[in-house]
Structures are given as C-alpha cells and as structure tokens.
C-alpha cells in the first residue's frame, strides 16, 4: 500500500541525522536497519526512526522533504524533539 511519507532516521540521540521521503514507510525502514541502502544512512548507521509525517500525496512529501532538507541541524533536532523528545526508535512502535 502506498502512503507518501518524510521520515529523518538517527544512528543515536542527538547523532547523524538522516531526512529522506518514500511511499512505503514500513517498507523503507527495513531497508535502513538491514543497510540495504547505499550511501549516507548507511555508512554513517543511520537505522533508528525518529520522526515521520504521512501525506496524501507524493508531491506534497517531496516538498516538505525539501523544507526539513534545506533548515539547519538545530532545527531538525527541534522538529523531531516536538514530537519524540526521547528519541525513541518509533519503528519498534509504528512495525512490531
């Protein structure tokens, strides 16, 4: 099932974030935690999920991926503290 999404993967609290958009969140997550994705996520073990927002369309996650991408790491940190101030990894929560 498709279901456009941004998300921002962590390797650790307060770590190396990661902000990246998919139609299948569940699907996306498995690839990051098996490191099946080359590149930044990967080399640098970005595998926790720590933020996410769900969209009707894939145009409408594409341009917010866009804002997160262009704002400044503290920012981020504040987008994903508002609403998981623990940095919980919301995948073992959303997926198991």
């Known amino acids: 099932m498709k279901e456009p999404a941004?998300?921002?993967?962590?390797n650790k609290k307060n770590g190396t974030?990661?902000?990246g958009v998919t139609s299948n969140l569940a699907q996306r997550m498995?690839?990051?935690?098996?490191?099946?994705?080359?590149g930044f996520s990967k080399k640098y073990g970005c595998t926790k999920l720590v933020y996410y927002e769900v969209f009707e369309t894939m145009f409408d996650a594409i341009?917010?991926?866009?804002q997160i991408k262009a704002k400044k790491r503290k920012n981020k940190v504040e987008i994903i503290e508002s609403k998981n101030p623990e940095w919980n990894d919301?995948?073992?929560i959303l997926f198991k």
């Open 6 to 10: 941004i998300y921002i993967v962590a």
């Open 17 to 19: 974030l990661y902000t």
């Open 30 to 38: 498995i690839q990051h935690k098996k490191s099946l994705i080359q």
């Open 63 to 66: 341009s917010r991926e866009k």
């Open 90 to 92: 919301l995948y073992e």
